[in-house]
């Protein structure tokens, strides 16, 4: 078994709680366009793509033709409302300042909103200015484009990473990219069952609180028993 020799983490849902708010102010936004319970069921799955990608998703879904601000007047309010009401994650600051590895987040969010994250979770210097965003790649998560300049900036081979992560998206990126994952649940947004979904998809551990986060790498650091 490889060495591990990065720590990756997604931001939104692992180290901020803030996919539940990005959701209910995009859920607003659309729901003047599609009636409520065709929008919920539009919805499911899309967590962790880039709102672009989703309201892509929707207008086709639904044919519809939003108007050509929409994106951007979606953006700078879910971004004020985010800042305004996000918390991080219980627990997140003291788990990835205990566990020895060097720290990259890896996120389709805009960077000076991870980097806002980062600030609000007490943890801008332990990153250290180690952040990768979609802006900075062609393609977004399910991509492995991200995960891959991250560990490439990093100096550390794909196959030495190990990733946290919550969506199903963000676990097909670090999986395309060659890369153990850990599977995060504890954040607002998880729906039950969503740790069977993760599991299905390649990852090796699913953990529910961040306390377990530092013993559940170091039981990963450990070679198999023979």
Request: proline content about 7%; hydrophobic content about 45%; glycine content about 8%.
């Amino acid at each position: 078994m490889e060495t591990i020799d990065l720590l990756i983490s997604d931001c939104d849902g692992v180290i901020v709680d803030s996919e539940v708010i990005a959701h209910q102010v995009l859920f607003e936004a659309l729901a003047e366009f599609v009636p409520a319970d065709q929008l919920h069921a539009g919805l499911e799955g899309t967590f962790g793509l880039t709102v672009p990608s989703i309201i892509d998703l929707l207008e086709k879904r639904f044919d519809l033709s939003l108007p050509a601000s929409f994106d951007e007047d979606l953006r700078c309010k879910g971004e004020r409302v985010v800042a305004e009401r996000v918390q991080a994650i219980p627990g997140v600051r003291e788990a990835l300042m205990a566990i020895d590895l060097p720290l990259a987040v890896a996120s389709n969010s805009r960077l000076h909103n991870i980097q806002a994250s980062l600030r609000r979770a007490g943890l801008t210097e332990r990153v250290a200015g180690n952040v990768f965003s979609a802006e900075m790649v062609a393609s977004p998560k399910p991509s492995p484009d991200v995960y891959l300049l991250a560990a490439e900036r990093m100096g550390a081979r794909p196959g030495h990473c190990l990733v946290v992560e919550d969506s199903p998206t963000g676990v097909l990126a670090a999986r395309r990219a060659g890369m153990r994952v850990i599977g995060f649940t504890g954040a607002s947004h998880i729906p039950p069952g969503h740790d069977r979904v993760l599991r299905e998809l390649g990852v090796e551990k699913v953990i529910a609180h961040m306390r377990d986060l530092p013993a559940t790498v170091t039981a990963m650091q450990q070679p198999p028993p023979r």
